[in-house]
């Protein structure tokens, strides 16, 4: 699906609610709008292109001298 960008200016207290602006979507296009903010925020929360080293904590009880 192609997006084309679009830039609006409202005056501050005039601009539309963005709840006005998803129910003029089909159930498809919020549906995909939605599956986009969960993929970058999974990318940029979990990090998916960078591989990393996993954690492991352990308690080690030490005698005492």
């Known amino acids: 699906m192609?997006?084309?960008?679009?830039v609006r200016k409202y005056r501050l207290g005039?601009?539309?609610?963005?709840s006005e602006f998803w129910q003029t979507r089909s159930y498809e296009?919020?549906?995909?709008?939605l599956e986009r903010i969960r993929d970058e925020y999974?990318?940029?929360r979990?990090?998916?292109d960078?591989?990393?080293f996993q954690r492991v904590y352990?308690?080690?009880k030490q005698k005492r001298s």
């Open 2 to 6: 192609d997006m084309k960008r679009v």
């Open 50 to 52: 960078q591989q990393r």
């Open 42 to 44: 999974n990318s940029w």
């Open 14 to 18: 005039e601009e539309p609610k963005d």
């Open 58 to 60: 352990r308690v080690i």
């Open 29 to 33: 296009e919020r549906i995909e709008a």
């Open 46 to 48: 979990y990090n998916a």
